[in-house]
């Protein structure tokens, strides 16, 4: 029986894989262990059978009919690893040869491990030369990241997952908890019906939470900003707002009172269809309990207004102090298990470790001093949007893909085969086959969770171990293993010198790279892992006790900034094709593909 966490989504849970004959044949969950004690979802008990099905990629493949255009079906051959990582090698280091770096973009993967994020962008950034590293967080929390980090400087989930048991009070909204976080929704039903916590459900669906509810606000799609404004207006006209906490740790307080004025909850009735007393009944519940959560998921975020949702929200926890406590916070319920880890490990264009900045002389020059390179790119480099706007116009030439599908995930898909179609070399390294391998022209057969070792961070920050448990499925290898590989070959054929680093013998030698250079993570070891289960960061030394919750004395902005809204939703109205009723199917809700 081995430990490991669980591959499908951002609660992490603690599994005991059970191994015959090179098949996990049983899933339990351990009672002692966080964050799940005891429980599992039907994802994690019964779904991890994938890592033995006869269609994993087995070998790598090279295609062969690269005289035709890229939209033909593909021929592919099989190939030795030598064979297909030299011909990676060759063909990046001819595109950075004769475009730069800049022309290559990379994409990280949020079920990879923490290790093999982290060498894909010291790939990126020190063998590359470019800051194009990007993944999934930008398209599913994309809302969610830009307000948390407008407004107070970090878009991490602030509370852990164990205060959801012992809540007071808690608004849950755009998410249906039950489907996408079963185990979480476990721990907030107990907090209803165990500690008579009072639950306030704001969301057009009849989600399961809805019968746990004290008061369920069902407003219009789209109308969430004129909500949430209005339970902000009805805050300051009752003066029911936390005048200690703003003066001390927030600005902007007049100007967004004053923008408050027209938002009444006889307005918001009037846009969103709830009554203006329930309005009022859910902003003096929030406000006037001693500790007052709020947790969202997709239906804030994927939205056109996902960014003035998220202020909304912050904006109206700010005014009432419900923030940098236990039982308090900014809680987006992260969807695929690592997203968390993947952009705490660098997979952002503009930040490494820990969200250090890229364009900070001083962080940039200590990565360089670990990677022995004189210096490394100091602008931020595109997101993946953008490079798919790249792949377009021309600028964009190569695309390395780590477990990611774009053609899957991105917003617009025509618009983004078309863009692939453009490129000049793809490389895809996966699993199981999938659309965007479908275009490319090499693809490196890696390992599943199961097969490999390494870290996972869950939604509320805990790193967690993952543990080999079976052998690679046919030549399969751990991205860590094929990353390693292919950067040596890579530095060899650029003509640069050998970077500190790429020969690891156990993912733990890269988790000790990341310790030092991340000040946030330095108190984490693998043997203190082993030890406690799982560690919070920022954990600054290996004395420190973790951070189960974040921003009790202050903000990474410094203050709390409160943002005025404009309230319009006329850019995503319901209509015919899209009812409000319509229930998206994204990687985040029921569409995760494990790995
Ligand atoms: Fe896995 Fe999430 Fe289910 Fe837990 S709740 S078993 S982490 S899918």
Redesign the pocket.
Known sequence: MVRST?P??G???QINLHIKDEVIYRVSAPFEAAP?YGM??V???FGTDYTTHPARLRSPLIRVNTNEPRSAKAVWREASWDEALDLVADRLAGIVREHGGDSIATFACAKATNEENYLLQKLTRAVLGTNNVDHCSRLCHAGSVAGLQLAIGSSAMSNSIAEMEHLETFIVTGSNTTET????SNFLKRAVRQNGAKLVVIDPRKVEMTDFATLWLRQRSGTDVAVWQAMAHVVVKEGLYNKAFIEARTEGFSDYVESLESSTPEWAEEVSGVPAEDIRRAARMYATSEAAAVYWGMGISQSTHGTDNTLAITNLALLCGQVGRPGTGLNPLRGQ?NVQGCSDSGGLPNVYTAYQRVDDDDIRASFAREWARPSLPPSPGLTVTELVDGALSGAIKAFYVMGEDPLTSEPNLAHARHALEELEFIVCQDIFMNSTLELADVILPSCSFAEKDGTFTNSDRWVQRVRRAIQPGGQSRPDWVIISDLALRLEDRLGLTPSAGWEYHHPGDIWEEMRRVTPDFRGITYDRIDREGGVHWPCPDIDHPGTPYLFSDDFPRGRGKFWTLEYGTESEQPDEEYPSSYRPVGCCTIGMAAR
């Open positions: 669980c499908y989504c609660v992490g849970c799940n599992l979802c994802k994690g008990r976080h079963p185990v979480i298990n």
